[in-house]
């Protein structure tokens, strides 16, 4: 629903904080945590695949397949955060491996999206 509304001007998004209850490990909450931004960077790049294979450089499509790319790709990287309630704190716990290459990816491809 962001990506559309943005396409008039205004975003309409929801953001929220995702909290696990119960006794759960340090693995699993990481596991858990790193769905959101990996989902984040899986739409970043479907977007930019669609930008490359579509070839299209000005319009309506080529603007929404840009803020589609923008848009996750800020998102997987702000998730990141190592600190609470942000989900690269739990990841980071976890797997300080995992929690930088996912950084780096996301970052990467929020840079990237400036070329489009």
Known sequence: MACFSILF???IAAPG???IS???TKERNGKISIAGPV???ILSV???????ISGIKTGMFA???SYGLKINSLLAAFNMIPAMPF???KVIKWSKTIYFITLTIAVGLFF???LF
């Open 22 to 24: 119960g006794l759960i």
């Open 39 to 41: 989902t984040n960077i």
């Open 9 to 11: 001007g205004f975003i």
């Open 17 to 19: 904080a995702v909290f």
């Open 87 to 89: 989900d690269g704190a």
């Open 63 to 65: 603007d929404f397949l």
């Open 46 to 52: 479907i977007f930019f695949l669609l930008i490359l």
């Open 112 to 114: 990237v999206s400036f």
